[in-house]
């Protein structure tokens, strides 16, 4: 088997690995660490997240490096300030025993000044933003005239992120004759395009089959309704009582708002998101790597520099707008030999987004039920008496107590006093899932009359919308496609009315204007209709008709929620019973005692 000795490592170097706990490379480090000690081509390599890139380009540039020279000899770009900050302490930890070396990541939301101390100090390695390295070199305080190694971590990141001119800027005051690595997890056409403009005739190694997801990770989907989008989510949680997941939404809000339900809701979970300090984002990510944290909400930009190992689920509340993001999100689980799960969870006319993942991923997606209440009472029981069974008894410090236990316990047989003690636990969990409605049950989510009961609020305004039965409309996706505007927090939904070839509705009347606004900028479609919404100042004349005056709106939409509230009367467009506290489970810590 290869050793760090044979790709031609110095003892300094192979000493600190062994105090990592390293014992052989992996196939990426096999591959790239010779190649780049004994030739001066530039490399472009394709690794999957968590096959050990960091180590691939960082030791043979630390096997090189100079340090009776104070002159930057390396710059490592980045698309994130945490996966900067993690490359730097990877690389501070490979040269510990290397005298006289220094590594600097440099960032923004930190103090640039503080940074630029350091560096003039002499740094031989710096990892940075695209975004601070740029600013570093226009005040004239970072000089890559000296630069031999030029690398890009996460490429294809980097591209998605819309970094491209500063890319352009740094490489342009890099010298002519430098080494450029380019790393990425995934392969589109725009990194290609960075491979073909920043390089000259690389050498190209994999480490798996390119563009590929890891063997190491399963991929199934739920499919839901938008409106149970959270409450499979949670039942995913609870079904698996020692999950330890990456949840990824689209948006910072959206991430926010899960979030917050989770802990509201007991799970012991956190955000992260740009929104965050800096500060807020270390101890979250802390809090996360000594598992303190169970779930952690995130956007994919704010995952990037969490280094964790074994995940157990990846879930996607959302799937991403971009393919190649997914392979990225799957990638943070199945990671060091481990295996992994990662799971969608999508509408019914989400599904056929799947496809396309499945041919870059070179995988199927398994469709798997939502859980039903009963498996997981089974499932959290079962943990429970796992653990009673593995618990280490301190019987030096209970002895003097079990006498009265005893005697207390006298008059029960072994199956009543199991049976009491599990239901002390357990009857909680029991009740809240008990005639818990099938999740997956489709017609039952999308039952709801075509009507609803006709009521006069003066504390509603009623809207025109030019699209009807013929368009497959139904109050089900009227209340979803509302939804999917984001105008407000648990806005009241009141009459909803379906007619062939439009429709009305009824909403909370301070709202009005943000309304028509949200459809206006909402680049809004339905069934291949743009969509249309007016305000109707007026109640209807007579069925089939419409009168008054109306504001016109034009706009559309393509994501439409499969939302399937109906009936008479205002309500509140927000999940009914499971959203609610759920009851504390097992083996799992919470963030506080859930209510029955």
Known sequence: MTTFKDLG????????????????????????????????????????????????????????????????????????????????????????HIKGFRVSAVYGGASIEDQIRKLKKGVHIVVGTPGRTVDLINR??????????????????????????????????????????????????????IAKNYMHKPVEITSGEKNKGSDQVSHQFYVVSERNRYNALKRIADVNPDIYSIIFCRTRRETQEIADKLIKDGYNADSLHGDLSQAQRDSVMEKFRKKHLQLLVATDVAARGLDVTDLTHVINHKLPDQIESYTHRSGRTGRAGKEGISIAIVTGREKNKLHPIERIIGKKF????IPTGKEICQNQLLKLIDKVHDIEVNEAEIKDFLPAIYK??????????????????????????????????????????????????????????????????????????????????????????????????????????????????????????????????????????????????????????????SGGGKRRSKDRKENSSTPSGFGRKRSTRRKG
């Open 9 to 96: 490592l110095n003892e300094n170097i192979i000493k600190a690995l062994t105090d990592l706990g390293y014992e052989n490379p992996t196939e990426i480090q096999e591959k790239a660490i010779p190649q780049v000690i004994a030739s001066k081509k530039d490399l472009k390599a394709f690794a999957q997240t968590g096959t050990g890139k960091t180590a691939a380009f960082s030791l043979p540039i630390l096997e090189q490096i100079d340090t009776n020279s104070k002159n930057t000899q390396a710059i490592i770009l980045s698309p994130t300030r945490e996966l900067a900050l993690q490359i730097a302490k990877n690389i501070e930890e490979f040269a510990k």
């Open 140 to 193: 004239k305080q970072l000089n890559l005239k000296n630069v031999e190694w030029l690398v890009l971590d996460e490429a294809d990141e980097m591209l998605n992120m819309g970094f491209k001119d500063e890319l352009d800027k740094i490489l342009a005051v890099t010298p002519e004759e430098k080494q450029t690595l380019l790393f990425s997890a995934t392969f589109p056409r725009e990194v290609e395009s």
């Open 366 to 369: 398994v469709k798997t039920p």
């Open 408 to 565: 207390k316990l006298e008059d029960l047989t072994r199956e009543e006093l199991i049976q009491r003690f599990v239901s002390i636990e357990f009857n909680t969990f029991l009740s809240y899932y008990e005639n818990a409605p099938d999740l997956n049950d489709s017609e039952h989510m999308q039952s709801g009359r075509e009507t609803r009961g006709r009521r006069n609020d003066e504390n509603m305004s009623r809207f025109f919308i030019n699209i009807g039965k013929k368009d497959k409309l139904n109050p089900a996706r009227l209340i979803g496609l509302i939804n999917d505007q984001d105008i407000a927090k648990n806005i009241e939904i009141g009459q909803i009315e379906i007619l062939d070839t439009f429709s009305f509705f009824e909403l909370d009347k301070n709202y009005q204007e943000e309304t028509l606004k949200a459809f206006e900028s909402n680049d809004n479609s339905f069934e291949g209709r743009s969509v249309n919404v007016e305000i109707t100042e007026k109640k209807r004349s007579g069925r089939g008709g419409r009168s008054g005056n109306r504001r016109r709106r034009d706009n559309g939409s393509n994501n439409r929620n499969e939302n399937s509230r």
